[in-house]
Nanobody, 117 residues
């Protein structure tokens, strides 16, 4: 079992920055990859960025060059960050943290990011 706690969403003007955090605890050493997904109203949930156990990063084309995913290990936790720069109104969505421990997927509760024009 993996528990995920997200923080860092909010309201920001276009062009601004936000940093999301996701702290994972529990069976963290079985996690294959962690990442961020987002879901805008009326849309499907989509991948934003992922980082594998081996630190390979993957980004959606719409955020490449603007968002950066990183990871930090502590004694019994791992925290994944999503630094979001040059935010656009179309980045407005609920952002969800994900931890993949094949065949299981764990999800955070979601954090709202709203970018005003």
């Amino acid at each position: 079992q993996v528990q995920l706690v997200e923080s860092g969403g909010g309201l920001v003007q276009a062009g601004g920055s936000l940093r999301l955090s996701c702290a994972a605890s529990g069976s963290i050493f079985s996690i294959n990859a962690m990442g961020w997904y987002r879901q805008a109203p009326g849309a499907e949930r989509e991948l934003v960025a992922t980082i594998t156990r081996g630190a390979t990063r993957n980004y959606a084309g719409s955020v490449k060059g603007r968002f950066t995913i990183s990871r930090e290990y502590a004694k019994n936790t791992v925290t994944v960050y999503l630094q979001m720069n040059s935010l656009k109104p179309e980045d407005t969505a609920v952002y969800y943290c994900n931890a993949n421990d094949t065949p299981y997927d764990y999800w955070g509760q979601g954090t709202q990011v709203t970018v005003s024009s």
